[in-house]
């Protein structure tokens, strides 16, 4: 299997720009205002447009940046799996490029929770706080019942078929309705492209990521927005039953990550893939809770 994830060719994306960061090309829309600059880290297979929703509401009144990191989206084409220091120096180049200073507020989701934890981790002046969606935490495999643990390089092994690829669009379908429509087609077209190739090779070193992370606890001030229901992208690999017992764990794994004075709340409607592309509004209240929790800090 090829191991360069290939970026979207022959579309021009319907806004945003390229900046050329480490000699790659990056594609990044960034939104003047109030800071700090809010950053979106998409999950694993996901692009900056995915995220849409959240950024549009998000800086109607403050300012933010979505952007596809290499081996995503529009942006230049890179072999992945990649570390989380990569991606996190790459953001940390991004932002010095398009001229984004002082602190900034990270909002990851799952991957991209991870990715945002590890540049909290390299970059602690640059960032006031997070607000992370249903995130990876170094102490994943721990919290986790034995047969729910990651193994490593277990998402390269993951066989996905063509039903696997049908239940995927019909999903996405669903989730996008309400985006404008020539994002909404772009949106469309790049993961029937993508063809659920990009999610299980950006996520082949998930154990290694663990361990870059660590155990301990999230390195900023932190709202963690849980997903309560059970996601049906995850039950074609899981039972419910699994998924459930797994979402308990998590539970219990935010709580002991969040450092004193942040928070833990959850959607019982949102499932993981989901909770970043349909609650725009619980995503800008969160940053919002965010907000309260420096302002007490």
Do not use: K
């Amino acid at each position: 299997m090829d191991d360069s994830a290939q970026p979207v060719t022959g579309v021009t994306p319907p806004r945003g720009r390229f900046v050329e960061v480490e000699d790659r090309r990056l594609w990044v829309d960034v939104r003047e205002g109030p800071g700090p600059c809010v950053v979106f880290l998409p999950g694993s297979g996901e692009m900056g447009l995915d995220l849409w929703q959240s950024f549009d509401r998000l800086t109607r009144s403050r300012a933010g940046i979505i952007y596809d990191r290499a081996g995503t989206g529009w942006s230049s084409p890179v072999a992945l799996p990649r570390t989380a220091a990569a991606v996190a120096e790459e953001l940390e180049a991004l932002l010095r490029a398009v001229d984004v200073q002082g602190h900034v507020v990270l909002v990851g989701h799952s991957l991209g929770g991870a990715y945002a934890q590890r540049f909290a981790q390299l970059f602690p002046d640059r960032v006031a706080g997070m607000v992370l969606l249903d995130p990876v935490h170094g102490a994943w495999n721990e919290a986790m019942p034995e047969r729910l643990r990651i193994r490593a390089n277990a998402s390269a092994s993951v066989v996905v078929t063509d039903e696997h690829r049908a239940a995927a669009r019909q999903w996405r379908e669903s989730v996008t309705t309400d985006l404008p429509p020539r994002i909404r087609q772009l949106v469309r077209e790049r993961h029937v492209a993508d063809g659920l190739r990009t999610g299980p090779r950006e996520g082949a070193n998930f154990t290694e990521i663990l361990d870059e992370l660590g155990p301990g606890p999230f390195a900023a001030p932190t709202v963690v927005l849980r997903a309560g229901a059970i996601d049906p992208l995850q039950a074609q690999f899981r039972s419910a039953d699994d998924l459930r017992e797994q979402g308990d764990a998590l539970r219990h794994m935010y709580e002991e990550a969040l450092p004193p004075g942040s928070l833990c709340r959850e959607l019982p409607t949102a499932t993981h893939s989901d909770i970043a592309l349909l609650f725009s509004a619980d995503v800008a209240d969160t940053v919002d809770d965010l907000d309260e929790v420096l302002r007490d800090r």
